[in-house]
């Protein structure tokens, strides 16, 4: 069973910054694949990044909206996984969640993550 426990969102202006953390009860991230996901009012959850470090490599997935605005990056000294987002939008604005699987991302993405933490508002002002 992994637990995870975001933080770090809350209520920022367009073009603003803000960074979730996503703490992870995992003792690597080695071959586990930890993704953020969003669920705005009224829409259905969309993935945003997801992470993996597998055999000395580290891979990094973006959807196309947040590519070249947001970074994800772990670091597993803190087991925490990071969301950057920068140039923030209103179209950002959403519940943000930690997702983590033993899986691949690609398996993952398509079954479904098996954990999940509670979620953190991000809340971008016009």
């Known amino acids: 069973q992994v637990q995870l426990v975001e933080s770090g969102g809350g209520l920022v202006q367009a073009g603003g910054s803000l960074r979730l953390s996503c703490a992870a009860s995992v003792r690597t991230f080695n071959n586990i694949a930890m993704a953020w996901f969003r669920q705005a009012p009224g829409k259905q959850r969309e993935f945003v990044a997801a992470i993996s470090h597998v055999g000395g490599s580290t891979y990094t997935y973006y959807t196309d909206s947040v590519k070249g605005r947001f970074a994800i990056s772990a670091d597993g000294a803190e087991n925490t996984v990071y969301l950057q987002m920068n140039s923030l939008k209103p179209e950002d604005t959403a519940v943000y969640y930690c997702?983590?699987?033993?899986?691949?991302?690609?398996?993952?993405?398509?079954?479904?993550?098996?954990?999940w933490g509670q979620g953190t508002q991000v809340t971008v002002s016009s």
């Open positions: 997702a983590a699987d033993g899986r691949s991302v690609a398996i993952a993405s398509r079954v479904g993550f098996s954990y």
